[in-house]
Every structure is written in C-alpha cells, then in structure tokens.
C-alpha cells in the first residue's frame, strides 16, 4: 500500500536507513565482540543484551526498508490556491489569536514541534481544500476549534 510522502520526509527516510544499515550495525557489532571477550555466553548480560538490541536494529531497518519501497512522493504545487497535501499553511486560532504554521505531511513524517502535520489527523483535514481568508472548523476532544486560512507557503 502507498504511503504519500514529501520529497524531504524521503530523504530524512533514507538518510536515516543509511545511518542504521551503516553506523548502527557497526557499533552492534563492536559490542558483541567485546561483549564476547568477557568469556561464557550463557551468563554473560551484556551479550544478550548487545544481541537483543541488534534483533531491534535489524526490524527497524525492515520496517524503514518498507517504507521506502511503498513511498509516494506527492509534490506541493507552488501555485496553489488551497491547501493541499505537501503545502505550508499559516492560520489563526480564531478564539486566542494564535499564529500557527503547519506543513501537510505524511503520517510517518508528521512532528508536530516542528509544525509538520499528518495529512491524517483532523486539523489537516479540514485544512485541505480551504484558501486563505476561509475559516475552517474542527471537533477535538476540548470541543471545536476554528481557525484561519492566512496564508499559503
């Protein structure tokens, strides 16, 4: 099944394998071979623990090979009129007056801290579709929220 992604959620996706499949491995490595040299295996923790932590390394690396292998990168079109998937988008909380700006993201790429939205979430998706000027309505747990289409980009 495809998964949208942004070009730079990509990149951050095989940089990230890169580093596991590379350093990751590495230092697994290293530690099992110290961890050997401290003598019997069946008693020795620090080997089982080294081995446990490459049993982890090497499904996190699957799971991001998954992911790469069922990437769809969908571009943001610069000159959109609405928010689509991929688009930065700047809004006000119409109740406090707060400024927000969020970028459309996939789910795997979505960080909120760094205003990266999954495409998935409620916000995104009655953000989608709307220009700026528009308001927009979303029911959360604490009740619905409105906010303001500002700005695109």
Same mark, same amino acid.
């Given at each position: 099944?495809?998964?949208?992604?942004?070009?730079?959620?990509?990149?951050q996706?095989?940089?990230?394998?890169?580093?596991l499949?590379?350093e990751?491995?590495?230092?697994?490595?290293?530690?099992?071979?110290?961890?050997?040299?401290?003598?019997?295996l069946?008693?020795?923790?620090? &080997?089982?623990?080294?081995k446990?932590?490459? @049993?982890? /390394?090497? +499904?996190?690396? %699957?799971?991001?090979?998954?992911?790469?292998?069922?990437?769809l990168?969908?571009?943001s079109?610069?000159?959109?009129t609405?928010?689509?998937?991929?688009?930065?988008?700047?809004?006000?909380?119409?109740?406090?007056?707060r400024?927000a700006? &969020?970028?459309?993201?996939?789910?795997?790429? @979505?960080? /909120?801290? +760094?205003?990266? %939205?999954?495409?998935?979430?409620?916000v995104?998706?009655a953000?989608?579709?709307?220009?700026?000027?528009?308001?927009?309505?979303v029911?959360?747990?604490?009740?619905?929220?409105?906010?303001?289409?500002?700005?695109?980009?």
């Amino acid at each position: 099944m495809a998964e949208a992604i942004t070009r730079e959620g990509l990149a951050q996706l095989k940089t990230e394998l890169e580093d596991l499949e590379g350093e990751g491995r590495r230092a697994i490595a290293q530690r099992i071979l110290v961890a050997r040299e401290l003598g019997d295996l069946s008693e020795n923790a620090e &080997y089982h623990a080294a081995k446990e932590d490459q @049993a982890h /390394l090497e +499904t996190k690396i %699957l799971r991001l090979t998954e992911r790469l292998r069922n990437a769809l990168v969908v571009e943001s079109d610069a000159d959109a009129t609405v928010v689509t998937f991929g688009a930065t988008v700047n809004v006000t909380d119409v109740k406090s007056g707060r400024e927000a700006s &969020y970028t459309i993201v996939g789910p795997t790429e @979505a960080d /909120l801290r +760094t205003g990266k %939205l999954s495409a998935e979430s409620p916000v995104a998706k009655a953000l989608i579709g709307s220009a700026p000027g528009d308001t927009i309505s979303v029911s959360t747990p604490s009740g619905t929220r409105e906010f303001r289409v500002e700005s695109l980009g």
